[in-house]
């Protein structure tokens, strides 16, 4: 039989990421186990690589705080590239609601440390994307360090750099129990046998649900799709621009190379595993597209090219980060309402720390405990994105 120190599940780039920093921090009996032949086939491959610290509640600024200082590094310490484009993020306010929220949030972020987040004028905002319509601009905010990862590229590089120091990889294996005794974990049953351990770190992604109840713990992360559009190569717009938030509609867009990626959040989408591209789709986000930036109606769209793939959603659409309540030995690396690529380097090391140290230092994420469901404490981040 086997056995390992960690068992990671899931090899998306959150575990990808804790498996990274447990090897630095020196544990390197480690084994990731994946059901998939290929790593990044969970949502970590249909992300938009967005990374902002533009957030309202203080333990998502500091988690990006920390997480885009990593990426800027990335190259650099963990020896693979990142693609990190710091091309920033651009809120458009056209209400007097959503530009209180902005300088609520200006204020949140200046006492934590991040002070390069502006306030913008029409002008301002015309010099970065001239094709803007922006009659109906109250105001709005940009980071010149927010941006973008290449999602796959950062989960190999953690990947690749963990198994030099030691840590293995098991592709096309699917975990199918958690062994409980007396409250602790004592192994995991996988297609490929059984492996003892006495940690296990939840990394299943939109997944996370089923995995936890195979310990006999009950995590509340539900899927919910989110679908993307690329245009055809269009170059109205210019070579190089913010991510844009239209935050009358949640509308958003960025250049990926000679195409534009154009997201909206459907507010009328279900909970469920859907992951097939609803072409009718394309029609309701090109009406928002061009309804910011006139120039976009005249994009072409091929629906073959667009894709859909899960937010994995907690009530307070916020993460769930630390042990599992009631199971010893189980951690929770999961929920992260669409921003699991940017807090990804902050959740390896937090987890590291917690495994292997009993706390977590870098920053505190008791806000993020699984407990919060229970004693009603749970967060309020607006859900724009
Ligand atoms: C369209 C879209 C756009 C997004 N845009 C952004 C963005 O701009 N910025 C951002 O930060 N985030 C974004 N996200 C969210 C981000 O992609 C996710 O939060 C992140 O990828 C989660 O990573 P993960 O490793 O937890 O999960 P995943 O990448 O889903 O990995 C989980 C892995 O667990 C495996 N697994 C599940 N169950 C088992 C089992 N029983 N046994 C073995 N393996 C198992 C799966 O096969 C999978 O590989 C976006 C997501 C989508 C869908």
Known sequence: MDTADVVIIGSGIVGSSVAYHLAEAGCRNV??????????QGSTGKSMGGVRAQFSTPVNIEMSRYSINFFARFDEVVGHPADYRPHGYL???????????LKANHARQQALG?????????????????????????????????????????????????????????????????????????????????????????????????????????????PLRRQLVPTEPFAQLPERFPMVIDMSTGFHFRREGLRILLAW????????????????????????????????????????????????????????IGPAPDVRGLYFANGFSGHGVMHSPATGRVMSELILEGQARLLDVSPLSA????????????ALL
């Not at 809120?91 to 929220?101: I, Q, V």
């Not at 928002?288 to 629906?303: D, I, K, M, W």
């Not at 407990?371 to 607006?382: A, M, S, V």
Request: one cysteine or more; aromatic letters at 8%.
């Open 31 to 40: 084994l990731v186990v994946e059901r998939e032949a290929h790593q990044g």
């Open 91 to 101: 809120f458009l306010a056209t209400s007097e609601r959503h530009l209180e929220y």
């Open 114 to 222: 991040v002070n390069n987040v502006e306030f913008v004028t029409r002008e301002d905002v015309l010099q970065m994307v001239p094709q803007l319509r922006t009659d109906d601009m109250v105001g709005g905010t940009f980071c010149p360090t927010d941006g973008f990862v290449d999602p796959h590229s950062v989960m190999m590089g953690f990947m690749l750099r963990a198994r030099e120091l030691g840590v293995r990889l098991w592709l096309e294996t699917r975990v199918t129990g958690i062994d409980v005794e007396g409250g602790q974990v004592t192994g995991v049953e996988t297609t490929r046998g059984r492996i003892a351990t006495r940690t296990v770190v939840n990394a299943a992604g939109a997944w996370a649900a089923e995995v936890a109840r195979m310990a006999g713990a009950s995590l509340p992360v539900e």
């Open 265 to 320: 959040n459907d507010p009328a989408e279900t909970p469920g595993f859907k992951t097939e591209f609803d072409t009718s789709f394309v029609e309701k986000i090109l009406t928002h597209a061009a309804a910011r930036v006139p120039c976009l109606a005249e994009a072409q769209v091929n629906p073959r090219r667009a894709w859909a793939g899960l937010y994995e959603m907690t009530p307070d659409h916020h993460a769930i």
């Open 371 to 382: 407990e919060r469901f229970t004693t009603g404490q749970l967060l309020h981040e607006t």
